[in-house]
């Protein structure tokens, strides 16, 4: 089992590249499924979840294969139609090729994802949309029976901007026979990416980063060659980090664009943020900052990805900072492990209340999920003394090289094996 363990207290300089988006590759690589042939995904980073997904596409038939920063996937052949249960319940992006085998082959056989640390994490609105286009889904033992000649276009609307319902469904419309229309779509530039993605395979999806997809189905998709857009969570996640730590850090390859609602709080909190034109962005922070409120909400709101290790800064910002979560139902795992280091952090409802502290301290910590697991990370780099953060698999599912990059910008941080 390995672990990190940092000492903080070192301010983060220097600069820091961002990879490419896992939530942007993870469903382009589902989508490779929709065109006969070869596909090639550029800047793909070198993720658990990535192998994962590389696992579910070559029990399909589809072999993959890696060339430096590019995935190569050959979907010449969908010989099997069932995705083995043990990789869908490691990694619920896996039911993302739901749509694709279904417009491809016509048929699906796989088991239902399960909740996750985060919360329950139902698939309603990907089924319901799915059954609108035509295909008759059997729920049963824990699995679902997905079948369709051809699917028809048709008209959905999604009670929630489901950022996975809404991919399933557009790959899904882009092989159906006729008009799709998706209403309250999710607007992430993850979405964009795979829009753009399948637009380059030869689909017609208008609308992408809105909230209104048009989606005119065709007889057939291309493989082609894609460049996955650059990870915003990730760049979130280093410039949350340089806030905390009072340094100045330089995040090259990022997308300002999609940096805004993150950019915008850190300003707030009186940090210094200033965007270059290279799609660089420069995080400055040379004093103790204020504590900022934050609500979670779909793009362009604040992402729920940067939930967490925006908690993690709050802790030792000026004064109260509330952080409400309206995404996720219980994404609030992180404030038991922030609190051992000394954070005070009140849980009402959906809210957590933070009261800064002048410091936090060292100690021994354990990743819950992803994205909590940066918050301790940053939480870390920013505490008195020495920190072990454990189970750190749950950072290599999205984060590539992580200390690496890190120690890169000068932090003190090392990968142990606890044997
Ligand atoms: C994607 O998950 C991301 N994962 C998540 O990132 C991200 O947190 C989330 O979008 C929101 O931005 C990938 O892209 C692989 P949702 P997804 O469907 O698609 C409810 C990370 O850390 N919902 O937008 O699963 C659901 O319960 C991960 O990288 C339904 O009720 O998110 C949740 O409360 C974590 N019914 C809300 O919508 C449905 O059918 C948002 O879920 C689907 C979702």
């Known amino acids: 089992m390995e672990a990190l363990v940092i000492r903080g207290g070192v301010p983060l300089r220097g600069s820091v590249r961002v990879g490419g988006a896992k939530n942007a590759a993870l469903p382009i690589m589902a989508a490779a499924l929709l065109a006969p042939g070869k596909s090639t995904i550029e800047e ?8 994962t997904m590389r696992g579910v596409l070559e029990s399909l038939g589809s072999p993959t294969s890696r060339q430096g920063g590019s995935i190569i996937i050959d979907a010449t052949d969908i010989s099997n139609s069932e995705p083995p249960y043990d990789l869908v319940r490691a990694m619920r992006a896996s039911f993302l090729v739901i ?22 994490r139902p698939i309603d609105l ?35 901007p ?85 340094g100045s850090l330089v995040v090259e390859n990022a997308v300002p664009e999609h940096m805004k609602p993150i ?68 994404r609030f795992m992180h404030v038991a492990e922030l609190a051992r280091m000394g954070a005070n952090i009140r849980i009402d409802g959906r809210s957590a209340v933070i009261e800064g502290q002048d410091h936090l301290s060292g100690a021994q910590v354990r990743c819950t999920d992803l994205r909590a697991g940066a918050c301790l990370v940053i939480a870390a780099l920013a505490a008195r003394g ?17 200390e690496e990059k890190l120690a890169g910008a000068g932090a003190i941080i090392e990968r142990v094996n606890k044997g």
């Open 44 to 51: 793909v980073p070198q993720l658990l979840d990535v192998d």
């Open 99 to 120: 749509g694709p085998l279904l417009a491809r082959s016509g048929r699906v056989r796989i088991s239902l994802p399960g909740g996750c640390a985060i919360g329950s």
């Open 126 to 160: 990907h089924l319901k949309g799915l059954s609108a286009l035509g295909a008759e889904i059997d729920t049963g033992y824990g699995r679902i029976s997905a079948t369709a000649d051809r699917l028809t276009g048709a008209r959905v609307y999604l009670d929630f």
């Open 162 to 246: 489901s950022v996975g319902a809404t991919e399933n469904i557009m790959m899904a419309a882009t092989l159906a026979q006729g008009l799709t229309v998706i209403e309250n779509a999710a607007q992430e530039p993850e979405v964009v990416d795979l829009a753009n993605f399948l637009n380059a395979m030869g689909a017609k999806v208008r609308g992408a980063g809105t909230n209104l997809l048009r989606i005119e189905g065709v007889d057939g998709l291309q493989p082609t060659t894609y460049t996955v857009v650059p990870d915003r969570i990730e760049a979130g996640t280093l410039m949350i980090a340089a806030a905390a730590t009072r």
């Open 263 to 330: 950019s915008a709080k850190l300003r707030e909190s009186g940090v210094y943020v200033v965007e270059g034109d290279d799609g660089s962005i420069t995080v400055q922070a040379d004093s103790r900052a204020d504590g900022v409120d934050v609500k979670t909400m779909p793009y362009p709101g604040f992402p729920t990805d940067l939930q967490a290790q925006f908690m993690a800064f709050m802790c030792t910002c000026s004064g109260m900072s509330v952080i409400t979560e309206t995404v996720f139902e219980n």
């Open 386 to 402: 020495t920190t072990e953060v454990s189970e750190i698999h749950h950072i290599d599912r999205g984060y590539e090289r992580f």
